[in-house]
């Protein structure tokens, strides 16, 4: 069992939600990265995504935006990233999801790439701008190393897409909150409860909310009908705004402490 199905299978058990965090490798640098990583693993996070530096990312809001150019602008790369998470990976067992755009993959090489990943502990792999026959090729391939593409839908995704999508589907489904692009907001869509609705017709797979979270009544209430909500831009946030790298991990501990309703769980792993 991946650590994916096992870290959601421990979270059912319990009659728990699950957390999953979202920062940008490399921002505010790699060190500081590795220690944002780990404060994520040691204060609640179930599973981490782990972005991708990327100079086009389309699916991202200014947040975001911003953060993959700091990353850049320091030199990151896809090498640097999975080097990132080999050195997680030796102690902590929190899966690591790779959030990312085709092109780098594609510059790195689809086969190296799933070698190189599957031997750093990577777990899984959502890449926003592949569609139907790409991401099936790109399923299959990353199957073989033991990698789970995760599908992402929104409410604008017709069922018979869903249906597509679903069958093919691996690790969890990342419902998006709404349409549009990433970033932090105040008030959550009706739209989100709708598509986990119609998103659980065609699979049993767990299904995380994501795009807009950044409070704990948000949090609160996506978990009342997912099985897991991502916060992504609000801790990007923090760390944008943090004078210092000791600050950034200091910003982001206290903000994941605050956000979430459950006690935090220790680094043990699952």
Same mark, same amino acid.
């Given at each position: ?25 490399? +921002? ?5 990265? @590795?220690? &944002?990583?780990?404060? !994520? *693993?040691?204060?609640?996070? /179930?599973? =981490?995504? #782990? ?77 926003? +701008? ?5 991401? @099936?090729? &790109?399923?299959?391939? !990353? *199957?073989?190393?033991?990698? /789970?593409? =995760?599908? #992402? ?118």
């Amino acid at each position: 069992m991946s650590r994916i199905a096992k870290t959601f299978e421990v979270l059912s058990n319990a009659g728990r939600k699950g957390f999953i965090p979202f920062i940008t490798a490399g +921002d505010p640098d790699l060190t500081t990265s @590795a220690l &944002i990583l780990e404060a !994520l *693993a040691a204060n609640g996070a /179930d599973i =981490i995504e #782990l972005g991708v530096p990327f100079s086009d990312p389309m699916a991202d809001g200014p947040t975001i935006q911003a953060s993959s150019q700091r990353s850049l602008v320091n030199g990151v790369t896809l090498h640097d990233v999975l080097e990132l998470v080999r050195n997680f990976r030796s102690r902590f067992e929190t899966p690591i999801v790779l959030f990312g755009y085709l092109n780098p993959l594609m510059q790195y090489g689809f086969t190296r790439f799933r070698d190189d990943a599957k031997n750093t502990g990577i777990d899984g792999v959502l890449v926003t +701008d592949i569609v139907d026959d790409e991401a @099936a090729v &790109i399923s299959d391939l !990353l *199957a073989d190393g033991d990698i /789970d593409l =995760i599908s #992402l839908v929104a409410p604008t995704t017709s069922d018979e897409r869903l249906e597509r999508i679903a069958m093919r589907a691996r690790g969890f489904i990342y419902a998006v909150s709404r349409a549009g692009v990433t970033g932090a907001r105040d008030e959550m869509s009706s739209s989100a409860e709708n598509l986990v609705r119609r998103v659980r017709k065609f699979t049993d797979l767990p299904v995380a909310v994501g795009f807009g979270i950044s409070k704990r009544e948000q949090v609160e209430s996506v978990w009342k009908y997912a099985d897991a909500a991502v916060v992504g831009s609000a801790i990007v946030n923090e760390i944008a705004h943090a004078e210092t790298p000791k600050d950034a991990v200091y910003r982001v501990r206290i903000f994941i402490r605050g956000l979430l309703p459950q006690v935090a769980k220790t680094p043990s792993g699952i």
